[in-house]
């Protein structure tokens, strides 16, 4: 498989696709879900939540934070995750532009 040619995107389309590709496992969707419903947690309570690793669950944290939809802050000897408001709202407006401009095609079958 070749290599994605990014450039010929739209900012907006890389950020987008970036976006989705951090949210495509399931793992990280549940550490989404988990701090939505929490507001804050240390990779130990994903541990026991999810009961993954302690390393998975720090890969799975690391790209998330990458893409910038959680923060982290360090309390003591551990980190404290959360989603990063700013971010969240700009990711969730970006979805719902995608998603908002699709009328309905009675046409296609």
Not at 15 to 23: D, E, M, N, Q, T
Not at 51 to 62: C, M
Not at 71 to 93: A, N
């Amino acid at each position: 498989m070749g290599a994605t040619k990014s450039e010929i995107f739209t900012a907006k389309q890389n950020r987008l696709a970036s976006v989705l590709k951090a949210l495509a496992h399931p793992a990280r969707i549940a550490i989404i879900q988990h701090l939505v419903k929490t507001k804050h947690c240390i990779c130990g309570d994903l541990v026991e939540e999810l009961g993954l690793a302690q390393a998975t669950i720090s890969q799975h944290l690391k790209e998330l934070k990458n893409i910038g939809i959680i923060k982290g802050c360090v309390e003591g000897t551990s980190v404290s995750y959360c989603i990063d408001e700013k971010i969240w709202q700009q990711v969730k407006k970006e979805f719902e532009g995608f998603f908002i401009t699709y009328k309905t095609n009675a046409e296609c079958g």
